[in-house]
């Protein structure tokens, strides 16, 4: 299904990259002018991979976007060690010192989790934008039924024979039923694009193990842990229908964080980058502007 977004998107200058981060090779996309007075490192969510935040970067024309994919998703290979937290964290934190230090770091949904974890470890960056943060245990949230039944599945996927648990796990079927869940717009067009995304990208993990270790880590751990001691000015994009973390634990993690203000779009649910991105791209272009004034 082509793309709302392709004809904004297509008048950003875009370069594929690699570099050696943590021991591997690190995919990387660079989107708008190596000049750009501002630097955005963007970390995509669980399953996904750096196509799925191209809307939000279609209306941020002017500034610089580092996407990479994370490492066993999209075209990064594993790290060769167990993906947890950690391990993430000090992957981002080392690609953003290699690649752009001092950028400003977005995280969308599991990228919330690591890119929290890696500014409270000490990655240097002057502000902080978390898309569809994670702000609750996830077995607690309005789905968390659902969330359950998501364990046993990739529980399940881990444990099968090699062959039949990785089919499971890339079933088209199932993951129709997970774009389903999320999606709450009713405009046909733009659900058959975010169904085509999810078909397209959200089976693109390098095995069953890296899929595995990502899920534990995405359900065992939330933005909370690390918002008290957050001390850069934070921008949360919440959505007052997200299945995962409802608005209400949004709004209190918002008043967790030292400085951050919290903006919250209705409407829509935990697909803020497919649903409402000109609205998320709106309030970071606002976040950001005493950045772009003092020419950081």
Avoid: C
Wanted: hydrophobic content about 45%; charged content about 20%.
């Amino acid at each position: 299904m082509p793309s709302p977004y392709a004809a904004r998107l297509s008048r950003i200058p875009v370069e594929r990259r690699e570099a050696e981060v943590a021991g591997g090779a690190t995919a990387y996309w660079v989107y708008g002018p190596d000049d750009a007075e501002t630097t955005i490192i963007a970390v995509h969510g669980f399953r996904g991979e750096h196509h799925g935040l191209e809307p939000v970067i279609a209306y941020l024309p002017g500034i610089r976007v580092i996407s990479p994919d994370l490492p066993g998703f999209g075209e990064t290979p594993p790290l060769g060690r167990e993906h947890d937290l950690a391990a993430y964290a000090g992957w981002l934190t080392e690609f953003a010192s290699a690649i752009a230090p001092g950028a400003v770091i977005l995280g969308h949904s599991f990228g919330s989790i690591v890119a929290s974890a890696a500014v409270a470890g000490g990655l240097d960056t002057p502000r902080l934008i978390l898309i569809n943060p994670i702000g609750s245990p996830a077995l607690s949230g309005p789905k968390g039924v659902m969330t359950r039944l998501a364990v046993l599945y990739y529980a399940l996927g881990a444990r099968l024979p090699e062959r039949v648990g990785t089919a499971l796990l890339r079933n088209p079927l199932i993951v129709r039923v997970m774009s389903v869940t999320m999606a709450k717009t009713g405009d046909r067009r733009l659900r058959r694009f975010i169904h085509g995304q999810h078909d397209t990208y959200f089976s693109r993990f390098a095995d069953r193990d890296v899929l595995h270790d990502a899920f534990v880590t995405s359900v065992s751990h939330d933005v909370r842990a690390f918002a008290p001691v957050i001390e850069v000015p934070t921008l949360l994009i919440a959505a007052e229908r997200d299945d995962i973390t409802p608005i209400e634990d949004e709004r209190r993690l918002a008043g967790m964080f030292p400085d951050a203000e919290l903006v919250e779009i209705a409407e829509v649910g935990h697909l803020i980058h497919y649903e409402t991105p000109a609205e998320a791209a709106g309030a970071i272009r606002r976040f950001l502007r005493p950045l772009v004034a003092r020419g950081r």
